[in-house]
């Protein structure tokens, strides 16, 4: 079973200031997704940032970026020039397909809640 | 862009009633999920759907649950005599092909909050 870990239940950021949310997660599976979903007052889930387990390269979008270290299993969030509407709970999470390639249930952390201060 | 619509946004039901929570996922996908978040925790798998069936399940989707898609179009999700602990945020997902041929991430629906009282 997959395990996923976020040690900050909380977290501050003064607007404009740069800000790293930690994720650590434990499979002994090889390939797999990441993610990063951002969960607004509104309570919708929202898709942050995905990275393929395959790929040593970092995704980034924008002014996010992750720093994946996968033989320590951790997936890290960087939100650069943070804004005020960056203010939400964000949950890391882990996706694992079935043999089929394409159904993979997803095991989240218990998540962040991030504050973007003016 | 195509989204994940959910209905109702807010579900209030007596202890022990039926409820039916509905989902239209995204029209070309081919996988459906439902996921649970109790109040200030985290998110829950409940189960995966494909092909008109239950392909995955999880210990929280007992016999009280049920899900079926009626008309091609809609995805429930059913509790047949409701607890107090089953008030939760219900989150419908699904996911298909990307444009490169790749199966996509879920894409989340906005949630139906269920509250049993």
């Given at each position: 079973?997959?395990?996923?870990?976020?040690?900050?239940?909380?977290?501050?950021?003064?607007?404009?200031?740069?800000?790293?949310?930690?994720?650590?997660?434990?499979?002994?599976?090889?390939?797999y997704y990441l993610f990063w979903y951002k969960q607004p007052p509104s309570r919708q889930m929202i898709l942050v940032i995905r990275q393929e387990a395959y790929k040593q390269q970092n995704a980034t979008e924008n002014r996010f970026?992750?720093?994946?270290?996968?033989?320590?299993?951790?997936?890290?969030?960087?939100?650069?020039?943070?804004?005020?509407?960056?203010?939400?709970?964000?949950?890391?999470?882990?996706?694992?397909?079935?043999?089929?390639?394409?159904?993979?249930?997803?095991?989240?952390?218990?998540?962040?809640?991030?504050?973007?201060?003016? | 862009e195509p989204e994940v619509t959910q209905t109702p946004s807010h579900q209030v039901t007596q202890m022990g009633q039926e409820v039916i929570l509905r989902c239209v996922p995204i029209s070309n996908h081919l996988y459906f999920y439902w996921y649970r978040q109790i109040l200030g925790q985290k998110v829950e798998f409940l189960v995966s759907f494909y092909n008109n069936e239950i392909s995955e399940k999880s210990e929280i989707f007992d016999d009280q649950f049920s899900v079926e898609r009626p008309d091609g179009s809609n995805f429930t999700l059913k509790i047949r005599s409701t607890k107090l602990e089953d008030s939760a945020m219900y989150f419908c997902a699904s996911n298909g092909f990307g444009r490169r041929g790749h199966y996509t991430e879920a894409f989340f629906g906005q949630g139906t909050r269920l509250t049993v009282v």
């Open positions: 079973a997959q395990t996923v870990t976020q040690s900050q239940p909380e977290m501050s950021v003064q607007e404009a200031e740069t800000v790293t949310l930690s994720c650590t997660y434990d499979t002994s599976e090889n390939n970026s992750v720093n994946f270290q996968k033989a320590a299993k951790s997936f890290s969030l960087k939100i650069s020039d943070s804004q005020l509407g960056d203010t939400a709970m964000y949950f890391c999470a882990f996706g694992l397909q079935d043999s089929g390639g394409s159904n993979y249930k997803l095991t989240f952390g218990k998540g962040t809640l991030l504050t973007v201060n003016p | -």
